[in-house]
């Protein structure tokens, strides 16, 4: 099992910057790579950006690219969500997920993942 703790999540204005931290541990050895998704009230889960640990190789949201940043500590065990120029249409609820065997691509379908945070508010006001 790999267990996943999300932070950083806080009400900020328009045009703010916040960055996500997500720690993962436990059998991390088979997890190779990490993504945020987020979900916003009434809406469907999308996948925002993501990371191979063990590669330098990431994924983004078309929307999103340029905004948001996706990068890992020396480890990979941890991951960060660096968010710039936030937007009220980017309040949700940013999930961490991981997956558990070797990966070639970063998986942009929640389905690819077998491990899930429980999630962090991210709220941004006008």
């Known amino acids: 099992q790999v267990r996943l703790v999300e932070s950083g999540g806080r009400l900020v204005q328009a045009g703010e910057s916040l960055r996500l931290s997500c720690a993962a541990s436990?059998?991390?050895?088979?997890?190779?790579?990490m993504a945020w998704f987020r979900q916003a009230a009434g809406q469907e889960r999308e996948f925002v950006a993501g990371?191979?640990?063990?590669?330098?190789?990431?994924e983004y949201a078309d929307s999103l690219k340029g905004r948001f940043s996706i990068s890992k500590n020396w480890d990979g065990n941890t991951v960060y969500l660096q968010m710039n120029n936030l937007e009220p249409e980017d309040t949700a609820v940013y999930y961490c997920?991981?997956?558990?065997?070797?990966?070639?691509?970063?998986?942009?379908?929640?389905?690819?993942?077998?491990?899930w945070g429980q999630g962090t508010q991210v709220t941004v006001s006008s």
């Open positions: 997920a991981a997956n558990n065997k070797v990966s070639l691509r970063v998986p942009i379908a929640g389905s690819g993942y077998e491990y």
């Open positions: 436990g059998r991390t050895w088979k997890n190779d790579a």
């Open positions: 990371i191979l640990r063990r590669a330098d190789s990431t």
